[in-house]
Nanobody, 115 residues
């Protein structure tokens, strides 16, 4: 059974940091390209960053500088470090895994940036 389970979200003050985690199971994680997406209230889901099976990273233009994506194939895990959080980072953050026609999503973890 394929599972992607996000964790690490919460309420954080502006300027703070969070590290989101995505725990994968049920598929050969190391060959999958992985990514983080987010969806703010009333907005469409948008790309944050991706990391390929060979660890090549790509960030959406608006995400460059404060977001860092990484993966640990041995642990079947992917991470997203978010620094200098802003109110506009408030969203549900989703983990995604893709390989050929396979495309998996997690249920998301809520990040709320508020003072």
């Amino acid at each position: 059974q394929v599972q992607l389970v996000e964790s690490g979200g919460g309420v954080v003050q502006p300027g703070g940091s969070l590290r989101l985690s995505c725990a994968a199971s049920g598929f050969p994680f190391s060959i999958y390209d992985m990514g983080w997406y987010r969806q703010a209230p009333g907005k469409q889901r948008e790309l944050v960053a991706t990391i390929t099976s060979s660890r090549t990273t790509h960030y959406a233009d608006s995400m460059k500088g404060r977001f860092t994506i990484s993966r640990d194939n041995d642990k079947y895990a992917m991470y997203l470090q978010i620094d200098s959080l802003k109110a506009e980072d408030t969203a549900v953050y989703y983990c995604n895994g893709r390989w050929l026609t396979e495309n998996y999503w997690g249920q998301g973890t809520q990040v709320t940036v508020s003072s």
